[in-house]
């Protein structure tokens, strides 16, 4: 049976209690609304198998809560479950959705109870699948140990302790007991699934701790015996939390307490429960808002899938494109393309397969032109018809082939860090510069990816860790700048090889002879592409060369001028 769509979009609230702020939501399924709720320190992509199971009965909607995923964190150190509660109907709000039915799983589930204590005019059933209900004690011992501080390091450690402690989590409840009481009797997740888990936590960063201390502080027994609103509290009979309904004692009229079965048997309860509560039909997807004076996320369709964006439209005139280079995407280079704002619009798409970005091109070969087609194409849905480019890197080569196959679209190109090596050095660069990287049990994989990614800032090319391969340029190794790389790798798993596998095979010499848009090669001094670059001026001078700012926030008002001439 085929599996139900399941498309991605964000939400904008502009004037809520925290600010401007986005939400990244999965949606699908037709009929009543169902807001579904993740654990921490997951996303929405925790959701896709009950989405799959219910999207029959309901129009399921399932946003990554703030700070998770995609989404925007509240900017507060600490917060509350009625906090979280409060930043879901601001959502509900943002789709035009008066009331819906509410379902949370193990955090979610704690703000599902949450809303129905706290805002019963917006539920019209709550479900809270995987309840947490602790004495003082627990509870002290939960805040004290759990949630150790995340912090990236220089040498990369960080990623092999989160991987360490999401491994342990599956084993001990809690994750850093270790005795026979505390031992789980479930199978350990293959590293495929642990590898998902550690991404999501590496988005979501140190803010990780915010929702579960929320969880961990709810007294979650007020909510079972005050709300007011249909409130089914339930676990499947494998989850660690079934052990604590039994805790749950004089509760309200409409609070039912009931144990699941198995996971599926468990969601065909609470989606019986809350089909009960009659929640009205969902909205159609609106688009999306903007927010002023930043790039915003948004996603748009093109055959194959969608592709995720950042873009801002606060000034007039012609767009700039502002593309990313193999294992990037439109996060890494957002301090660009926020260069460019209130000059002119901006957009900044994650090529796909990487980022956030469905790979729309399929199980085929991957080419620099099928990356500047699915640019064309996202450009198109927009409503672009013509723009500037700036592309880095990889990036580059995908704005030299649209100038060449969509000339009359793209007006000037800005060729940054161009990828212009000679016969021997391209050679090497397809033998040993995509090494293949897979998860393995014990997390050797994250310190290989790390050091990879550092040394493509200390030795030219990377593998080359000889004294001929020494960069002698300003080091460029600051450990959140490695970090983000690094996470990029992990979003584009296969992508990332294929794609500079497809770089290093682009003719580029022959699309610089043919090149008829006017063009400016450009990079800063700490880029080890910098002599590559000047090399490529050399061969064509009639292309200008200027070298750039080391900061990509200086780099709008230093293009602007030729981009307006």
Same mark, same amino acid.
């Given at each position: 049976?085929?599996?139900?769509?399941?498309?991605?979009?964000?939400?904008?609230?502009?004037?809520?209690?925290?600010?401007?702020?986005?939400?990244?939501?999965?949606?699908?399924?037709?009929?009543?609304? +169902?807001?579904?709720?993740?654990?921490?320190?997951?996303?929405?992509?925790?959701?896709?198998?009950?989405?799959?199971?219910?999207?029959?009965?309901?129009?399921?909607?399932?946003?990554?809560?703030?700070?998770?995923?995609?989404?925007?964190?509240?900017?507060?150190?600490?917060?509350?479950?009625?906090?979280?509660?409060?930043?879901?109907?601001?959502?509900?709000?943002?789709?035009?959705?008066?009331?819906?039915?509410?379902?949370? /799983?193990?955090?979610?589930?704690?703000?599902?109870?949450?809303?129905?204590?706290? /805002?019963?005019?917006?539920?019209?059933?709550?479900?809270?699948?995987?309840?947490? +209900?602790?004495?003082?004690?627990?509870?002290?011992?939960? $805040?004290?140990?759990?949630?150790?501080?995340?912090?990236?390091?220089?040498?990369?450690?960080?990623?092999?302790?989160?991987?360490?402690?999401?491994?342990?989590?599956?084993?001990? /409840?809690?994750?850093?007991?270790?005795?026979?009481?505390?031992?789980?009797?479930?199978?350990?997740?293959?590293?495929?699934?642990?590898?998902?888990?550690?991404?999501?936590?590496?988005?979501?960063?140190?803010?990780?701790?915010?929702?579960?201390?929320?969880?961990?502080?709810?007294?979650?027994?007020?909510?079972?015996?005050?709300?007011?609103?249909?409130?089914?509290?339930?676990?499947? #009979?494998?989850?660690?939390?079934?052990?604590?309904?039994?805790?749950?004692?004089?509760?309200?009229?409409?609070?039912?307490?009931?144990? &699941?079965?198995?996971?599926?048997?468990?969601?065909?309860? $609470?989606?019986?429960?809350? #089909?009960?509560?009659?929640?009205?039909?969902?909205?159609?997807?609106?688009?999306?808002?903007?927010?002023?004076?930043?790039?915003?996320?948004?996603?748009?369709?093109?055959?194959?899938?969608?592709?995720?964006?950042?873009?801002?439209?606060?000034?007039?005139?012609?767009?700039?494109?502002?593309?990313?280079?193999?294992? &990037?995407?439109?996060?890494?280079?957002?301090?660009?393309?926020?260069?460019?704002?209130?000059?002119?619009?901006?957009?900044?798409?994650?090529?796909?397969?990487?980022?956030?970005?469905?790979?729309?091109?399929?199980?085929?070969?991957?080419? +620099?032109?099928?990356?500047?087609?699915?640019?064309?194409?996202? =450009?198109?849905?927009?409503?672009?018809?013509?723009?500037?480019?700036?592309?880095?890197?990889?990036?580059?080569?995908? &704005?030299?082939?649209?100038?060449?196959?969509?000339?009359?679209?793209?007006?000037?190109?800005?060729?940054?860090?161009?990828?212009?090596?000679?016969?021997?050095?391209?050679?090497?660069?397809?033998?040993?510069?995509?090494?293949?990287?897979?998860?393995?049990?014990?997390?050797?994989?994250?310190?290989?990816?790390?050091?990879?990614?550092?040394?493509?800032? =200390? /030795?030219?090319?990377?593998?080359?860790?000889?004294?001929?391969?020494?960069?002698?340029?300003?080091?460029?190794?600051?450990?959140?700048?490695?970090?983000?790389?690094?996470?990029?790798?992990?979003?584009?798993?296969?992508?990332?090889?294929?794609?500079?596998?497809?770089?290093? !095979?682009?003719?580029? #010499?022959?699309?610089?002879?043919?090149? #008829?848009?006017?063009?400016?090669? +450009?990079?800063?001094?700490?880029?080890?592409?910098?002599?590559?670059?000047?090399?490529?001026?050399?061969?064509?001078?009639?292309?200008?060369?200027?070298?750039?700012?080391?900061?990509?926030?200086?780099?709008?008002?230093?293009?602007?001028?030729?981009?307006? !001439?």
């Amino acid at each position: 049976m085929a599996k139900p769509e399941i498309t991605r979009h964000f939400a904008t609230i502009t004037d809520g209690r925290w600010g401007a702020r986005q939400v990244h939501y999965r949606r699908c399924g037709s009929g009543p609304a +169902v807001i579904m709720l993740h654990q921490s320190p997951l996303s929405s992509l925790d959701m896709i198998h009950t989405m799959r199971r219910w999207h029959k009965h309901f129009t399921c909607i399932a946003p990554d809560t703030p700070g998770f995923g995609l989404s925007d964190p509240l900017g507060v150190a600490a917060a509350e479950t009625v906090d979280f509660a409060e930043a879901v109907t601001e959502f509900m709000d943002a789709l035009g959705i008066g009331r819906a039915a509410i379902y949370g /799983f193990h955090t979610g589930a704690m703000i599902a109870g949450a809303m129905a204590l706290a /805002f019963p005019q917006r539920v019209t059933a709550a479900a809270a699948n995987g309840y947490v +209900v602790l004495d003082e004690n627990e509870r002290a011992d939960l $805040v004290a140990n759990y949630l150790p501080p995340f912090r990236p390091e220089w040498d990369g450690s960080h990623l092999t302790w989160s991987w360490a402690r999401m491994r342990e989590q599956t084993i001990f /409840f809690p994750w850093y007991a270790k005795s026979q009481a505390e031992r789980l009797p479930n199978s350990v997740p293959d590293p495929q699934t642990l590898q998902a888990a550690l991404l999501d936590l590496l988005r979501a960063g140190d803010h990780y701790r915010v929702g579960y201390r929320a969880a961990f502080t709810m007294r979650g027994e007020l909510a079972t015996r005050h709300a007011t609103v249909p409130l089914l509290v339930t676990a499947a #009979k494998t989850d660690v939390l079934a052990t604590q309904l039994p805790r749950l004692r004089n509760c309200s009229r409409t609070t039912s307490v009931i144990a &699941g079965g198995s996971v599926d048997e468990t969601l065909d309860l $609470v989606r019986d429960f809350l #089909k009960r509560g009659k929640p009205a039909a969902a909205p159609a997807v609106a688009a999306t808002a903007g927010i002023a004076g930043r790039a915003w996320n948004d996603t748009v369709r093109i055959p194959g899938g969608q592709l995720r964006l950042r873009r801002n439209l606060d000034a007039p005139g012609r767009p700039v494109v502002v593309q990313h280079d193999a294992a &990037g995407s439109s996060d890494i280079i957002r301090p660009l393309a926020e260069s460019f704002i209130g000059h002119r619009p901006v957009i900044a798409i994650d090529l796909p397969g990487h980022g956030e970005s469905d790979n729309t091109l399929g199980s085929g070969r991957v080419t +620099v032109a099928g990356h500047a087609r699915a640019v064309q194409q996202a =450009l198109r849905a927009l409503g672009v018809d013509q723009y500037d480019f700036v592309g880095t890197w990889g990036g580059a080569l995908v &704005g030299l082939e649209l100038a060449t196959t969509a000339r009359s679209a793209l007006r000037r190109l800005v060729l940054a860090d161009l990828m212009y090596f000679d016969a021997p050095t391209l050679a090497r660069l397809r033998k040993h510069y995509t090494p293949r990287i897979e998860p393995d049990w014990y997390g050797g994989h994250l310190l290989h990816t790390w050091h990879m990614i550092r040394d493509q800032s =200390l /030795f030219w090319p990377w593998f080359d860790r000889s004294s001929q391969g020494v960069i002698h340029q300003p080091v460029n190794v600051a450990t959140e700048m490695v970090h983000r790389r690094v996470i990029e790798v992990f979003k584009a798993p296969e992508m990332w090889r294929a794609a500079y596998q497809a770089h290093f !095979a682009y003719p580029v #010499k022959a699309r610089l002879r043919a090149l #008829k848009v006017p063009a400016m090669l +450009v990079a800063p001094d700490w880029d080890p592409n910098l002599a590559h670059t000047r090399n490529a001026h050399r061969d064509f001078p009639h292309i200008p060369f200027r070298r750039m700012p080391a900061s990509w926030r200086d780099w709008g008002r230093e293009l602007i001028a030729f981009l307006d !001439a």
